[in-house]
C-alpha cells in the first residue's frame, strides 16, 4: 500500500459513533498496514447503511483499497428480506468490530417510569428516527413481544434531536439509545439524575449496568427469547467492518492482520477508552461465526423477527 489511499466507506453521516468509530480504526490502520499508507474516511450516510454496503460490495474496486465501514443492522437486512440490500453477508470478508453496543431504553426524570415494570403499566412517549433504525425497531418489537408501552413518535432526523425533545419535554424518553455516549456525551443526564434506565439492549449485560434488565428476561416463552435474541445480535457488532468478495487472498489477509494488531494497538485503546467504546472489540472470524448461526435460526423466529423490523 505504500502509494495508494485506502478508503473506508462509511455507512452514516458525519459526527455520529459511527463516523468517530470509522475515523479512530483508520488511524489505527495507517499506522498497521505494510506502507502506513493514509485511510480516508468517506461517508456516505442514508438507508441504514445499505448503499454504502452496496457500494463496496458491487462497485467498489477489488483491490484492497476500499473497507466498508458500516452500521450494525446492515449484516441482517438481507436476513429482514430488505429488497434493496444487493449482497451476500456469507460471502464477504469481515474483519470485525470496534465494539459491541449496548443499548439502554430510558425515561426522562419528569415521566413516571422509574423500572422496566412500569412500561407494562403506563405509556411512555419516546422519539424515534424511522422505521428500520434502533430508535424504531427495539420498542416497536418489545410492545409486540413484551407487551410494553411505547407510544414512538417517529420523524427525528437523527438521535441529538431526540435529546433535545425530552430535555424540551416533547416526548418523555427513548426506546433505545447507545450506552458509551451518554457518559461520554451526555454524563450530566446521570449525575443529575436526569434519567432513569428501564431496559439494557443486548445479548448480555454490560459490566456497567448490572442491575439494568435485558428484555430476555421478560419474555414468556422459548420463541420470544429466540426473537429477542436475534433482535439483541443485531447489537454484537456494533460498528462492523468488511471487505468485499473478490478482493486478492494476499491483500486480504494483510488487511485482517492489521485490523487484529489494531484492536490491540496501545494508541487505539487509549482512544477507545476515551469514546466509551472499549467493551466488546472482535475480530472477523468471531463475527463470520456469530452471523452464520444468527442465518440458521428456526425460520419462525426469523419470520417474526422480520415482521417487526420491516413494521412501518
Request: proline share 7%.
Amino acid at each position: 500500500w505504500s502509494s495508494d489511499v485506502c478508503s473506508s466507506d462509511l455507512g452514516t453521516d458525519a459526527g455520529g459513533t459511527y463516523d468517530q468509530s470509522a475515523r479512530m480504526m483508520a488511524r489505527g490502520l495507517t499506522r498497521n498496514l505494510p506502507g502506513n499508507p493514509t485511510v480516508a474516511v468517506q461517508n456516505m450516510g442514508g438507508a441504514n447503511g445499505i448503499p454504502a454496503t452496496n457500494h463496496v460490495y458491487n462497485v467498489a474496486p477489488k483491490d484492497g483499497t476500499y473497507i466498508g465501514a458500516i452500521t450494525r443492522l446492515a449484516p441482517y437486512e438481507p436476513l429482514m428480506g430488505n429488497p434493496n440490500a444487493r449482497y451476500d453477508v456469507t460471502k464477504m470478508r469481515w474483519l470485525g468490530t470496534t465494539a459491541s453496543e449496548v443499548g439502554v431504553s430510558m425515561a426522562w426524570h419528569t415521566a413516571p417510569h422509574r423500572r422496566a415494570e412500569d412500561l407494562f403499566t403506563h405509556e411512555l412517549v419516546i422519539g424515534a428516527t424511522v422505521p428500520g433504525g434502533d430508535t424504531y425497531v427495539y420498542p416497536y418489537a418489545l410492545n409486540k413481544i413484551l407487551g410494553t408501552k411505547y407510544k414512538i413518535i417517529a420523524g427525528y432526523p437523527a438521535q441529538d434531536p431526540i435529546g433535545l425533545a425530552m430535555e424540551r419535554g416533547e416526548v418523555q424518553g427513548s426506546g433505545s439509545w447507545s450506552w458509551s455516549s451518554i457518559p461520554h456525551g451526555r454524563a450530566h443526564w446521570l449525575t443529575e439524575k436526569k434519567i432513569h434506565l428501564l431496559f439494557q439492549l443486548g445479548l448480555e449485560k454490560h459490566p456497567e449496568l448490572p442491575d439494568v434488565p435485558l428484555p430476555t428476561e421478560f419474555a414468556r416463552t422459548e420463541e420470544d427469547r429466540e426473537i429477542l435474541r436475534l433482535l439483541m445480535g443485531m447489537k454484537k457488532f456494533g460498528y462492523p467492518f468488511f471487505i468485499a468478495p473478490g478482493v486478492p487472498q494476499e491483500r486480504a489477509d494483510a488487511l485482517a492482520k492489521a485490523f487484529r494488531d489494531t484492536l490491540s494497538d496501545p494508541e487505539f485503546l487509549r482512544e477507545a477508552r476515551t469514546q466509551g467504546r472499549p467493551h466488546g472489540m472482535a475480530d472477523g472470524v468471531e463475527m463470520t461465526e456469530f452471523l452464520a448461526k444468527s442465518y440458521a435460526l428456526p425460520k419462525a423466529a426469523v419470520d417474526k423477527a422480520r415482521e417487526l423490523v420491516n413494521a412501518k
